[in-house]
C-alpha cells in the first residue's frame, strides 16, 4: 500500500512538472509586441477612467475656477478620448458602434462591461501573434 502512494506521488509530481514545461515553452515561444500592450491598456484605462468619473463632467461645468472655453476644452478632450480609445478597440475586436449612436452618444455601461471582457479575451488570446497597431 505504502509503494503504491508512493508510485501515485511520483506519477502526480511528473505530471505538473510536464505541465510547467508546457507552460515555460508558450511563454519563450510568445512574441508580444509591448508597444501594442502598452496601446491596448491605455486605452482600456481611458475608457475604464470614463465611466469610473462619469460625474467628472457635471463637476467641469460647475467649475467657478474655470472660464466657458477651458470648461469646454476640458468636455472635449473627454469625449474625444472616450471616442479615440473606442474606434482602437472597435479595429481589433467586436465592437457594435449602433451602441455609441444612443441618445448620450455613449456605449452604456453594462455593455461596456461585457465589451471589456470580449477585448480582454481577445488580446490574451492574440498577444503571442506580435499584433501590430493599425493607424
Same mark, same amino acid.
Given at each position: 500500500?505504502r =509503494?503504491?502512494?508512493?508510485?501515485?506521488?511520483?506519477?502526480?509530481l511528473s505530471?505538473?512538472?510536464a505541465?510547467n514545461?508546457k507552460? *515555460?515553452l508558450e511563454?519563450e $515561444?510568445? $512574441?508580444?509586441?509591448?508597444?501594442?500592450?502598452?496601446e491596448?491598456?491605455?486605452?482600456?484605462?481611458?475608457l475604464d477612467?470614463y465611466?469610473?468619473n462619469? %460625474? &467628472?463632467?457635471t463637476?467641469?461645468a $460647475? *467649475?467657478i475656477q474655470?472660464?466657458?472655453?477651458?470648461k469646454?476644452e476640458?468636455l *472635449?478632450?473627454i469625449k474625444s478620448?472616450?471616442? =479615440?480609445?473606442?474606434?482602437?478597440f472597435s =479595429?481589433? %475586436?467586436?465592437?457594435?458602434s449602433?451602441h455609441a449612436?444612443?441618445?448620450?452618444?455613449q456605449i452604456?455601461? $453594462?455593455?461596456?462591461l461585457n465589451?471589456?471582457?470580449v477585448?480582454?479575451?481577445w488580446?490574451?488570446?492574440? &498577444?503571442?501573434?506580435?499584433l501590430?497597431?493599425i493607424?
Amino acid at each position: 500500500m505504502r =509503494k503504491l502512494r508512493i508510485i501515485y506521488f511520483l506519477v502526480i509530481l511528473s505530471i505538473g512538472c510536464a505541465g510547467n514545461k508546457k507552460l *515555460d515553452l508558450e511563454r519563450e $515561444n510568445c $512574441n508580444e509586441n509591448l508597444i501594442f500592450k502598452k496601446e491596448f491598456f491605455s486605452n482600456l484605462s481611458i475608457l475604464d477612467d470614463y465611466y469610473k468619473n462619469k %460625474s &467628472k463632467s457635471t463637476n467641469i461645468a $460647475n *467649475d467657478i475656477q474655470l472660464n466657458f472655453e477651458e470648461k469646454l476644452e476640458k468636455l *472635449d478632450k473627454i469625449k474625444s478620448d472616450y471616442y =479615440k480609445a473606442i474606434r482602437f478597440f472597435s =479595429k481589433y %475586436s467586436k465592437t457594435n458602434s449602433e451602441h455609441a449612436g444612443n441618445y448620450i452618444n455613449q456605449i452604456p455601461y $453594462n455593455k461596456y462591461l461585457n465589451y471589456r471582457k470580449v477585448w480582454i479575451n481577445w488580446y490574451e488570446k492574440n &498577444k503571442c501573434k506580435n499584433l501590430e497597431l493599425i493607424e
